[in-house]
């Protein structure tokens, strides 16, 4: 599984490679207030690339900690529950004791 992984990756740098090198043109984009800024394609699509993923980790951010939240609660019962049904094994494991108990000496 990991050859397979690492010859799509491959594959896929491969392909990006020759995807930036056919776009080399330049491009222009007219931003605010008049200012203007001229760049390759490729490093155009690849600032909104890189912008695109880290605003996409940004949005998943509240969910992954509520999700660790909520499985650091369901560990913390999942504990006591398994603490309970240990003492109540253990409990029943052991044979019962009586409540005195009458030796020879009792008797004499």
């Known amino acids: 599984m990991k050859i397979i992984s690492r010859l799509i990756a491959a594959v896929l740098f491969v392909l990006f490679f020759f995807f930036a090198l056919r776009n080399t043109q330049e491009v222009t ?4 207030l008049g200012y203007e800024r001229t760049d390759p394609l490729v490093l155009v699509l690849l600032a ?30 999942l504990a006591q529950i398994q603490k309970q049904q240990d ?6 494991a052991q044979p019962p004791q009586p409540d005195s108990v009458i030796t020879a000496q009792h008797i004499l």
């Open 29 to 32: 984009m007219h931003l605010f």
């Open 48 to 77: 909104f690339f890189a912008v695109g993923a880290v605003l996409g980790v940004l949005a998943m951010t509240p969910i992954m900690f509520r999700h660790r939240r909520e499985a650091a609660r369901y560990k913390k019962a």
């Open 87 to 92: 003492e109540v094994a253990q409990a029943q």
